[in-house]
C-alpha cells in the first residue's frame, strides 16, 4: 500500500509515513505524545470520522449519474468524465492517478479495525468489554472490505467468484506484514465469517451511531448475504435487524413542513438535513466523501428524470436548476448525512426483495408500499402491483436507488441485477444531441485500483480486475 497516504490519528500523534502496530513504536514516542494504552484510548479510534467514518465512492456515483460532472470537471479529469459518458475510448487505469480516496480510505479503516484487534487483550479491561471492542472492529473491517470488493472486483457471481479476483485482505496494522490478493469469494467468506462472529459480542445498545450495536450487524449481514444472491439468509438478518430497530422518517411530513421554500421559484436555500447522526433512521452513521458538515453534490437531469413522480425525499434534498449552459439537480440540505452507513429504509427494501425472491409477492410489495407511503406525496400515491417476481423486484430497486441515491448501495445492486438477463438493464441517455449508453456486462461496473497501489503494494502484490 501507499505508505504516504495512509494516517491514523492516535490522539493528537499522526502516524504518517508507516502504519505499526502498537509494539513498534512503543519505544519511540515523541515527548508529550501519547500513544494508545487503555481500552478507551483504542475505541476512541473508531469514532474517528475522518478515518473510519468516512466513504468515498465517487467514481460509483459518477457511473451512474447519481452525481452530475460539471463542463468544468469534464475537462480537468479524463476519469469523471469517461464513467460520466460511459466512454470506452479512455483507459481509466492509465488516468486513475487522482482518484485514490475510495481506496486508501478504506484501508486506513481496515488498519485501525486491525490495530485494535491486536491489542485489546493487552489492556485490563474485561473480558466483556474486550469482547465488544473486538466484535465492532471487525464490523468495521467488513463494512470496508464489502465496499473494496464491491468497487474494485467483478460483481459476485458464485460459478466464478472462487476465480475472480477479489481484493488485497490485511490482518494486521503493520504495513511491513505480508498480505494476499483473495479471490471474490475469499473476500466476501471473510466478510461474513467478520460479521457472524461480530454479531455474537456486539452490544445490543451501543455508545452511539459512530460504533456498532447487534442491530447494525445484522443490518449489515443482510446487504451482504443479499449482495451474494442468498435470499435466505437476508432475509433472517434483516428480521434480525429489524426486530431491534424499525422507524422510518416520514418524508411527508418534512416535505410539507418546508414545502413554501422548496417549491419557490428561484430559490435555492438550504434546509438543515435530518440525515444526520441523530436521524431516525441510522442502524449506524458512516459520512460520505466529507466528513465535515457540509451538502450534498448535485445529480444529472437525466437521473432526477429517473424518480418516481411525487417522491418527496428527493424534491427535499435537490431542485433542478440552470446555471449558465448547464441543467442538474441542486443540493437544497446542508448539514450531515447518512451516505455510507446503513439505515432502516434499505433494511426494509433488503427484506421486500428477500420475501419476493423466496415467493411471497404480496408481502414483499406490501413493505415496498409502507415505504413509499412515507416518500410519496398522497395526490401521486397508489399502491404498487406486481404480477411477477421480476417485475416486483424491478419496482423495489426502483425506490430503493432513489432513498439511496449517492451511497454506494444503487451500484451493488445494479452489478448484481445486471446478471441475470431478466433484471440486466442497459442505460441510456440522450445529451447534446448525442445518445450515450452502458450495456449491462460492460467492464465499466469494475472501478480500476488506483495506479499509487499497484505501484508501492507493499509486503505483497495484486493486480487490476478490469481492462481499462
Known amino acids: 500500500m501507499k505508505k504516504d497516504i495512509i494516517k491514523i490519528a492516535l490522539f493528537g500523534l499522526t502516524l504518517s509515513g508507516t502504519l505499526v502496530s502498537c509494539s513498534d513504536y512503543l519505544d519511540n514516542v515523541p515527548k508529550g505524545q501519547k500513544i494508545p494504552t487503555s481500552l478507551s484510548d483504542f475505541t476512541t479510534l473508531l469514532a474517528d470520522e475522518y478515518t473510519n467514518h468516512r466513504e468515498d ?31 470506452t475510448s479512455i483507459d481509466r487505469i492509465k488516468e486513475n492517478n487522482s482518484d485514490e480516496t475510495t481506496y486508501y480510505n478504506g ?25 465488544i471492542a473486538k466484535a465492532q472492529a471487525k464490523f468495521l473491517r467488513a463494512s470496508r472490505y464489502l465496499t473494496l470488493v464491491n468497487y474494485y472486483s467483478k460483481p459476485y457471481q458464485a460459478a466464478t467468484a472462487a476465480t475472480d479476483g477479489g481484493v488485497p485482505v490485511i490482518t494486521s496494522a503493520n504495513v511491513s506484514a505480508p498480505y494476499t490478493q483473495l479471490s471474490v469469494q475469499g473476500v466476501y467468506d471473510f466478510i461474513v465469517n467478520d460479521l457472524t462472529e461480530a454479531v455474537v459480542d456486539l452490544p445490543e445498545t451501543s455508545l452511539n451511531v459512530l460504533y456498532a450495536n447487534k442491530a447494525a450487524g445484522y ?14 439468509q437476508a432475509l433472517q438478518a434483516a428480521d434480525e435487524a429489524l426486530s ?11 416535505y410539507s413542513e418546508h414545502q413554501s421554500i422548496i417549491e419557490q421559484p428561484g430559490v435555492y436555500q438550504a434546509n438543515l438535513s435530518p440525515m444526520g447522526h441523530d436521524w431516525v433512521e441510522n442502524y449506524y452513521f458512516c459520512n460520505g466523501s466529507n466528513s465535515y458538515s457540509g451538502y450534498e453534490f448535485q445529480v444529472s437531469e437525466w437521473r432526477g428524470q429517473q424518480v418516481e413522480k411525487g417522491d418527496v425525499q428527493f424534491a427535499s434534498r435537490f431542485k433542478l436548476r440552470t446555471v449558465g449552459s448547464e441543467t442538474y439537480y441542486d443540493r437544497i440540505l446542508s448539514g450531515y448525512f447518512n451516505k455510507g452507513g446503513i439505515t432502516t429504509t434499505e433494511v426494509w427494501l433488503i427484506k421486500a426483495e428477500c420475501l ?17 407511503a412515507k416518500r410519496i406525496l398522497a395526490s401521486e400515491y397508489h399502491d404498487i402491483t406486481a404480477s411477477s417476481e421480476t417485475e416486483a423486484v ?34 441510456t441517455r440522450e445529451e447534446g444531441g448525442k445518445t450515450y449508453s ?28 478490469v481492462e481499462k
Open 356 to 372: 419476493v425472491r423466496t415467493g411471497d409477492i404480496a408481502g414483499g410489495l406490501k413493505i415496498l408500499n409502507d415505504v413509499r
Open 219 to 232: 443490518a449489515l449481514l443482510a446487504r451482504t448475504y443479499l449482495t451474494m444472491g442468498n435470499y435466505a
Open 394 to 427: 424491478k419496482a423495489i430497486i426502483r425506490t430503493k436507488s432513489d432513498a439511496l441515491i449517492q451511497t454506494i448501495v444503487p451500484f451493488m445492486d445494479r452489478r448484481r441485477l445486471n446478471l441475470d438477463a431478466a433484471t440486466a438493464e442497459t442505460l
Open 107 to 131: 484501508y486506513a479503516a481496515v488498519s485501525t479495525a486491525n490495530l485494535i484487534l491486536e491489542n485489546v487483550d493487552a489492556t485490563t479491561a474485561t473480558d466483556s468489554e474486550k469482547a
Open 57 to 87: 465512492i465517487t467514481q460509483a456515483s459518477v457511473l451512474l449519474n447519481d452525481r452530475y460532472v460539471t463542463i468544468s470537471y469534464q475537462s480537468y479529469y479524463p476519469l469523471w468524465k469517461a464513467n460520466y459518458f460511459w466512454d
Open 438 to 465: 452502458i450495456a449491462p456486462d460492460s467492464y465499466m461496473w469494475t472501478m480500476p485500483f488506483p495506479q499509487g497501489a499497484l505501484e508501492n503494494s507493499g509486503n505483497g502484490s495484486f493486480t487490476q480486475n
Open 244 to 254: 431491534r430497530h424499525d422507524d422510518l422518517f416520514d418524508w411527508t411530513q418534512f
